[in-house]
C-alpha cells in the first residue's frame, strides 16, 4: 500500500515541479527572446470538442471556441506533466525518486515530444510533428527544447524531493 501512495505522491510533486520548471523556461524565452510557447487555450479547445465526438480538426485556430478552454488547457498541461512522471516512476521504479539519475529523466522528458509530434499536432491539423505549420523544423526545435527542459525538470524535481526524503 505504501509503495502505491509514494507513487502517486512521487508523481504529483515530480510532474508539478517538472511541468513547473518548463513553464518557467516558456516565460523566459517569451520575455527574452520574444518566443512564443504553446497557447494552452488551443489544447483545452481540443479536449472539450471530444463530448461532441471530434478528435481532429482541419485547423484548431479555425475551431470555435469552448467555455474555459484556457482552463483547460492549463489543467491538461499540467496532468500530462504528472502522468509521464508516473511513468517514469514506473519504468525505473519508486527507487529513482530516492536516488534520481540524469538519463532516465532526460530520456523520458525527450521520448514525451512523440505526444505532440504524432497525436497533438496532427489533431490540431498541423500535420505529424507541424509538417503542416509555416515553419516545421522550427517547431520541430522547439518542441524538443520544451520536452528537453521538461526531463531536465523531471531530475531536478526528484532531486529535490530527494533531499526531502532523505
Not at 514506473?90 to 512523440?114: D, S
Not at 526545435?141 to 533531499?163: D, N, V
Request: hydrophobic letters at 55%; charged letters at 10%.
Amino acid at each position: 500500500m505504501k509503495t502505491y501512495l509514494e507513487l502517486l505522491t512521487f508523481s504529483l510533486v515530480i510532474g508539478i515541479g517538472a511541468t513547473l520548471i518548463m513553464d518557467i523556461y516558456a516565460l523566459m524565452i517569451k520575455r527574452f527572446f520574444n518566443i512564443p510557447s504553446l497557447d494552452y487555450r488551443i489544447l483545452g479547445r481540443w479536449i472539450g470538442h471530444f463530448k461532441n465526438g471530434i478528435f481532429s480538426h482541419k485547423n484548431i485556430l479555425q475551431t470555435v471556441p469552448i467555455n474555459n478552454e484556457k482552463a483547460i488547457g492549463w489543467l491538461a498541461h499540467y496532468l500530462i506533466g504528472i502522468s509521464f512522471a508516473f511513468l517514469l516512476l514506473l519504468i525505473w521504479g519508486i527507487e529513482w525518486a530516492y536516488h534520481p539519475t540524469f538519463w532516465p529523466a532526460i530520456t523520458v522528458g525527450l521520448l514525451t515530444t512523440i505526444a505532440p509530434w504524432f497525436m497533438m499536432q496532427p489533431a490540431f491539423g498541423f500535420g505529424i510533428a507541424a509538417s503542416k505549420t509555416p515553419h516545421p523544423t522550427t517547431a520541430r526545435i522547439r518542441s524538443l527544447k520544451a520536452h528537453a527542459i521538461y526531463g531536465i525538470g523531471l531530475y531536478i524535481a526528484a532531486l529535490l524531493l530527494s533531499i526531502v526524503l532523505s
